[in-house]
């Protein structure tokens, strides 16, 4: 039976189902709507979660976008996502955004298998303004007759080194193509570096907002008075600008026609202002200044980091909803918040450096404490990992904190930069393996593939906290060269977990129980989903051997032909992509050593998981604890009939 959405949805939104719906509307009833989707986002989203600042702060521009232009025939590209569910529901997902970031649900980004509304998929910053520029010369030939082309990006996206490659591409093309900068000081974190401050310098200059009012009264008429009016209109804004702005200012310095900055939250204005740009040819960037939690007075008074996904919360007091995991062990990067601390004190040369993630990361911790020894250089992954392997060359001790699947994002740096010159730069991977709602663009599943190939490279995971701790503490030491420590998102095991560094030798396993009929290796945390599976293995009598590995590169040798000479049956057990991962390198050491035992390798299939929450994707992917039992019980039953056989 279909499932009746029992969220109230408002006066006009119960009537809003497309954006030809949102266009009979009156424009003076575009403030309502606004009104009633904040709240629809609020009530939904206390009760379910999700990504709520972000998306609270362009309501208003979600619905001056699309009541101007002919979505989907326009094309529409959000950049990374998290504030795209005012579009969602306003393009025929209304009903279906309760089930947003639930397994089987909505994604919690733009996905152009959900909808043809999403024209690109989303979920990594900066990535807007090329994909928008692509389409829009692919419908040069004629196809896109008409056809305008809007990219949306905050001004934390702005900073990463993609977006500028867009903007300087599109400058040279020339192309109509529409950039509107949403700009509210934050990407999760504040907004850092200089184009930050520059953006603050043009949104709070007084006499550069007078004056641009005035220019845009001239612009806004260009299409009633004809070419000769437009050419003097043009001359008179850039001469204004520049007088204002200094010299040049950066974007029409690119050859994009700057328009604002202008208020975001105006939604009539909006309108006006968007309808006079799709007459305007050529690239133009317009500059939106709102306010991320706009609307929710717990959220504009707050934290903004806080109310990026502030999980459940009392929508009215805003208060958190605590769920009995908050009283779980810590987060393994709490663990790392800490550690890299209670390191940096015995250790003058540590630095923390992270893209942006200082909150996600938990070196927002060591920030607070040691803020000369803590840099957050926005989104620029790849600046991260050079900037990590300029520090390494003057002695510096480096712990560059990067999402695993961002860390893509700088791949050509880690190999060129870091592991070619053998430098000392520690890469702490978050969110390793499955992380749940967030879905394929965010799981972190290829580090250890990618990260074992590359020379020089030691490719680590610890199996908890402790370990954790250790690692760090091994990395830190001298010569070490690049040091990869991967591990996952969400709780580990330990309620006792600041236990005394020790230093691991490099490329050793450890023994965590012996066995006689089968051997399970493990890598990193499902090694804890071994150790829960050993509970029922000794209810039935079995004899299962668990040897955590720690370490894929360099493998412990001498622990690997102890396990292949005595067991014929050997189980790998990853949270990371079969194809290259952990099983690959136990695979290759066995035909490397001439070994003939019989290898199960549990991980990630290949193919890109979706969301869900970290549980269900460990059972989807078949390497929980009971996919561990049940490939034990597989083995076991084909050895039987083997020996009867």
């Known amino acids: ?173 020339k192309t109509d193509l529409i950039v509107i900068l949403n700009d509210n000081c934050m990407s999760i974190d504040p907004a850092v570096g200089a184009l930050k401050e520059y953006l603050t310098d043009i949104s709070t200059s007084k006499t550069y907002n007078k004056a641009k009012n005035k220019i845009w009264k001239i612009l806004g008429r260009i299409s009633r008075f004809g070419p000769s009016a437009q050419s003097v209109a043009k001359k008179v804004e850039s001469a204004v600008k520049s007088t204002l702005l200094g010299e040049s200012n950066y974007f029409e310095s690119l050859n994009f026609r700057y328009f604002g900055p202008i208020d975001g939250h105006n939604c009539k204005h909006l309108v006006n202002v968007l309808n006079d740009l799709k007459n305007i040819p050529g690239p133009k960037i317009l500059h939106c200044i709102t306010k991320k939690g706009k609307g929710y007075s717990p959220a504009e008074k707050g934290n903004s980091t806080t109310w990026h996904a502030p999980g459940v919360f009392n929508k009215n007091t805003g208060e958190a909803i605590k769920k009995d995991e908050d009283k779980k062990p810590p987060k393994y990067q709490d663990v790392f918040g800490e550690t890299i601390i209670e390191l940096a004190k015995k250790n003058k040369n540590i630095v923390g450096i992270t893209p942006a993630m200082l909150t996600g990361s938990s070196l927002n911790k060591m920030m607070k404490e040691m803020p000369d020894r803590t840099f957050d250089v926005g989104i620029a992954e790849q600046h991260a990992v050079t900037f990590s392997a300029g520090l390494a060359t003057q002695g510096k001790m480096p712990f560059c904190n990067i999402y695993s699947s961002f860390m893509q994002r700088a791949y050509d740096q880690v190999i060129h930069d870091v592991a070619l010159q053998n430098l000392n730069v520690v890469f702490c991977l978050d969110r390793g393996g499955l992380v749940g709602a967030d879905g394929a663009t965010h799981h972190g599943a290829y580090d250890i593939a990618y990260f074992r190939c590359i020379p020089n490279m030691i490719v680590s995971a610890p199996m908890n906290e402790s370990e954790l701790r250790n690692l760090m503490y091994t990395a830190q030491l001298p010569n070490q060269g690049p040091f990869s420590i991967r591990y996952p998102r969400g709780n580990g095991v330990l309620t006792e977990w600041r236990t005394p560094l020790e230093e691991i030798n490099i490329g050793t396993g450890r023994k965590i129980s012996d066995g006689e009929n089968i051997a399970v290796l493990s890598i990193g945390h499902p090694g804890n989903f071994v150790q829960e599976a050993q509970k029922q293995f000794k209810k039935e009598g079995l004899s299962i051997a668990h040897y955590d590995m720690r370490f894929v590169k360099p493998l412990d040798a001498d622990l690997l032909h102890t396990v292949f000479k005595k067991f014929t049956n050997i189980i790998t057990i990853e949270d990371g992509c079969i194809l290259g991962g952990f099983g690959s390198a136990i695979l290759e050491f066995m035909s490397n050593n001439n070994y003939n035992s019989r290898v199960i390798r549990l991980g990630i299939p290949d193919e890109f998981i979706h969301h869900g929450t970290q549980n269900e994707l460990h059972i989807e992917c078949n390497y929980d604890t009971k996919a561990l039992v049940n490939t034990v019980h597989k083995i076991l039953e084909k050895s039987l009939v083997s020996q009867i056989g």
């Not at 969220?7 to 403030?31: A, F, M, T, V």
């Open 1 to 173: 039976m279909k499932k009746v959405n029992r969220y109230h949805q408002g006066e006009l939104l119960k009537d809003i189902n497309s954006p030809e719906d949102l266009k009979n509307l009156k424009r003076d009833q575009l403030s309502q709507l606004s009104s009633e989707i904040r709240q629809y986002i609020i009530d939904i989203v206390s009760e379910k979660g999700g990504h709520f600042g972000a998306s609270l702060g362009v309501v208003e521009l979600s619905i001056a976008i699309h009541y101007v232009f002919n979505t989907p025939y326009d094309q529409l590209v959000w950049d990374v996502g998290h504030q795209a569910y005012v579009h969602k529901i306003l393009t025929g997902r209304k009903n279906q955004f309760p089930t947003n970031r639930i397994k089987g649900g909505l994604s919690g980004f733009p996905k152009r298998s959900e909808s043809v509304y999403d024209t690109f998929g989303v979920g990594h910053a900066s990535t807007s303004i090329s994909a928008a520029l692509g389409m829009a010369i692919a419908n040069k030939d004629g196809k896109g007759k008409n056809k305008q082309h809007i990219a949306v990006i905050g001004d934390g996206s702005m900073t990463a080194g993609l977006a500028f490659e867009g903007l300087n591409h599109a400058g040279a093309e």
